[in-house]
T-cell receptor, first 113, second 113 residues
Framework: GNSVTQMEGPVTLSEEAFLTINCTYT??????LFWYVQYPGEGLQLLLK?????DKGSNKGFEATYRKETTSFHLEKGSVQVSDSAVYFC????????????FGAGTRLFVKA | NAGVTQTPKFQVLKTGQSMTLQCAQD?????MYWYRQDPGMGLRLIYY???????DKGEVPNGYNVSRLNKREFSLRLESAAPSQTSVYFC????????????FGPGTRLLVL
């Protein structure tokens, strides 16, 4: 079936370190892929998205590339800040015959000053 | 614009009590969704409403009912609360198709004793 798998957290980094959060998916059809971010006490908000293979989504220094051959959508940032501490969710939607968005379990990121 | 609002922010119930979670949006979006968020499980869809006047079950509908009162409002009702329904509940909207961004409310934290 359709699913999203993210690396387990928490991930703890020092400020200015490089971030990678892995995300792989299984889906029928041609899904759109998303990264959402959830700051403490808030709802999820879109961080970036890609709607077709080889597209790169980017926002606030974060990037992710839609890799159909490896069914992946890994999130990267070159230099994290304390303010990036949050929970990050990979998600897919637009699958064949599907009516919903499928979310990964979320990866909590802590960034230390 | 308030976006997506939810009330209450926090609620404590005893087993067997009932309550309604309210969601309203001022974004003129057609589709509205109710999710629950549990640790390590991402977001799971409870019910959704593709348009005013329609509602459909998601992956975890048991124990819940919904009402799409009008285009703006989508409520979630727990008729007889159980401890297993302790969770954080999020309402979300989408303007059009599922390949578009979802907009989330701030969430309702529910504790069932």
């Amino acid at each position: 079936g359709n699913s999203v798998t993210q690396m387990e957290g928490p991930v703890t980094l020092s400020e200015e370190a490089f971030l990678t959060i892995n995300c792989t998916y299984t889906a029928t059809g041609y899904p759109s892929l998303f990264w959402y971010v959830q700051y403490p006490g808030e709802g999820l908000q879109l961080l970036l998205k890609a709607t077709k293979a080889d597209d790169k989504g980017s926002n606030k220094g974060f990037e992710a590339t839609y890799r159909k051959e490896t069914t992946s959508f890994h999130l990267e940032k070159g230099s994290v800040q304390v303010s990036d501490s949050a929970v990050y969710f990979c998600a897919l939607s637009g699958i064949t015959g599907g009516f919903k968005t499928i979310f990964g379990a979320g990866t909590r990121l802590f960034v230390k000053a | 614009n308030a976006g997506v609002t939810q009330t209450p922010k926090f609620q404590v119930l005893k087993t067997g009590q009932s309550m309604t979670l309210q969601c309203a949006q001022d974004m003129n979006h057609n589709s509205m969704y109710w999710y629950r968020q549990d640790p390590g499980m991402g977001l799971r869809l409870i019910y959704y409403s593709a348009s005013e006047g329609t509602t459909d079950k998601g992956e975890v509908p048991n124990g819940y009912n919904v009402s799409r009162l009008n285009k703006r409002e989508f409520s979630l009702r727990l008729e007889s609360a159980a401890p297993s329904q302790t969770s954080v509940y999020f309402c979300a909207t989408i303007a059009g198709g599922l390949q578009e961004t979802q907009y989330f409310g701030p969430g309702t934290r529910l504790l069932v004793l």
